[in-house]
C-alpha cells in the first residue's frame, strides 16, 4: 500500500515566518501536495558493523544517485560519515565508512551530519566538497563545522591547517560567541556558497534556530547580520506542548531553484519525546537566503507510527534532491526500538 499526503492547490500570500512575527508579505509556490513514500522502505539500513544511519545528504550526478550520511557503529559507538550509491534512488549498495574523527584533532569524537556539493568544472582531487559538523567532547554536545575534499566522493582529504582560518586542519567555522549545533548544509549559487546550520538562540535559552553565512571559497565565511534565518512561529513547531517562547527549528535542507529564483528550504521541529524526532517537516521559500516564507499549512510531512520504520516517528536530517523533473526526499526514521534508517519519497514539482 503507498501512503500519500495532499496538500490543496493553491497560491497564497504568507507572512514572513521569524519569532517576531515578520513584516514583509509574499507570494510564493505552494508544495506539490503529494508526497509519496517508496515502497522499498527503508531504503537504507546499517549492516554488521553500523548500527544506526541518518542525516543523508545525496546528490544526483546524471547517472547515480550518491548518499553520505552519519554512521554509529558498534566497534566504537561515534559518529562517522558513510556512503552509499543508488541507480535508481530505492536501492543502494551496502553503506561503507569514508570518513572518522580524527585522532588528536578538534572531531576527534565525531563526524557528522555531511552536506556535499559536486563541481564537475573543480581541480579533479576537489570535484567532491563536504561540510560536516565535528566536535572533541559530547559535553555539551556542542559541534564545529569542517571541511573535506574527494575526488570520487569516498576517499576524503580535511582542509590542510594552513587553509584553514583557525590554522586546524579542516577547520572551518567556529563561532566561539555562538553555540553551534551544527547540522550544515551548502548550496553553490552564481560563485557564492550559502551555508545553514543551526545554532543555538541567543535570546532564549536551549532554543535552536537556524543561521545563515556566504563565501566566496567555501573555507572562509561570512554570518548573515540579520541572523538567524529561521525560527520557530508557527503551532506545530512547539513540539506536543505550548510555550510562550519559540521552540525549535533544524535540520535544514535546501535548494535553489533557478527557474522560479528562490531558494527552497525543509527543515524539522523536534516535537516533546526526547527521541530526536519530529513533529513534522516544514518548507519554506526565499530569495536572498535570509529572508525565508513558511507554507501556512506546514508541516508538510509527517510521521506514520503505522509504518515499522517509522514507529517512533521520523528524525534528524532530511535531504531534498531534484531529479529528472522529480524531487526526492530522503528522511531518517525511527523504529520502535528507535533505532535509525533511511526513508525515500517523492514528489512532482513545485
Keep these: 500500500m503507498k501512503y500519500i499526503y495532499t496538500i490543496p492547490v493553491m497560491i497564497i500570500t504568507l507572512i514572513l515566518a521569524h519569532c517576531d512575527g515578520g513584516s514583509k508579505p509574499v507570494t510564493v509556490p505552494e508544495p506539490d501536495n503529494i508526497w509519496e513514500r517508496s515502497l522499498s522502505n527503508p531504503v537504507l539500513t546499517g549492516n554488521s558493523t553500523i548500527t544506526d544511519i541518518c542525516d543523508p545528504s545525496v546528490l544526483y550526478t546524471g ?119 551544527s547540522d550544515p548544509v551548502v548550496v553553490v549559487k ?24 556566504t563565501s566566496t571559497d567555501g573555507i572562509t565565511w561570512k ?20 510555550e510562550t517562547d519559540c521552540d ?21 521541529s ?3 519525546t526526547g527521541n530526536e524526532t519530529y513533529t513534522g517537516i516544514g518548507y519554506a521559500v526565499s530569495s536572498n537566503g535570509i529572508e525565508w516564507t513558511k507554507y501556512a499549512d506546514n508541516p508538510v510531512f509527517t510521521a506514520n507510527s503505522y509504518l515499522k520504520n517509522e514507529e517512533t516517528g521520523i528524525s534528524t536530517g532530511p535531504s531534498v534532491v531534484f531529479a529528472d523533473g522529480v524531487y526526492h526526499l530522503y528522511y531518517t526514521g525511527a523504529d520502535s526500538s528507535a533505532k535509525r534508517v533511511i526513508c525515500h519519497a517523492t514528489s512532482n514539482g513545485l
Excluded at 559538523?133 to 559530547?138: E, K, L, N, P, Q
Excluded at 552564481?190 to 545563515?212: D, Q
Excluded at 554570518?223 to 505550548?242: C, F, K, R, V
Aim: proline share 4%.
Design 63 to 181: 547517472n547515480k544517485y550518491q548518499l553520505w550520511a552519519s554512521c554509529v557503529t558498534n566497534e566504537d559507538n561515534m559518529a562517522h560519515v558513510c556512503y552509499s550509491e543508488s541507480i535508481d534512488g530505492d536501492n543502494w549498495s551496502d553503506p561503507q565508512i569514508v570518513f572518522s574523527p580524527a585522532i588528536g584533532g578538534w572531531d576527534n569524537i565525531k563526524t557528522e551530519i555531511p552536506t556535499v556539493t559536486y563541481n564537475e568544472n573543480a581541480p579533479t582531487e576537489k570535484r567532491y566538497t563536504m561540510w560536516y559538523g565535528g566536535a572533541a567532547s559530547t559535553t555539551p554536545d556542542l559541534t564545529k563545522i569542517g571541511l573535506a575534499y574527494s575526488a570520487e566522493g569516498t576517499n576524503w582529504t580535511r582542509l590542510s591547517a594552513d587553509e584553514s582560518p583557525y590554522s586546524k586542519e579542516g577547520l572551518v567555522i567556529d563561532l566561539n560567541n555562538i553555540n553551534v549545533f
Design 190 to 213: 552564481e560563485n557564492t556558497y550559502h551555508m545553514w546550520f543551526n545554532s543555538f538562540s541567543e535570546v532564549v535559552s536551549n532554543k535552536l534556530e537556524i543561521l545563515h553565512a
Design 270 to 272: 523536534f516535537d516533546a
Design 248 to 268: 525549535d527549528v533544524v535540520h535544514p535542507t535546501v535548494i535553489w531553484n533557478s527557474d522560479k529564483q528562490q531558494f527552497y528550504m525543509w527543515y524539522g
Design 223 to 242: 554570518m548573515d547580520s540579520d541572523n538567524p534565518a529561521l525560527t520557530a512561529s508557527q503551532l506545530w513547531e512547539y513540539g506536543s506542548h505550548i
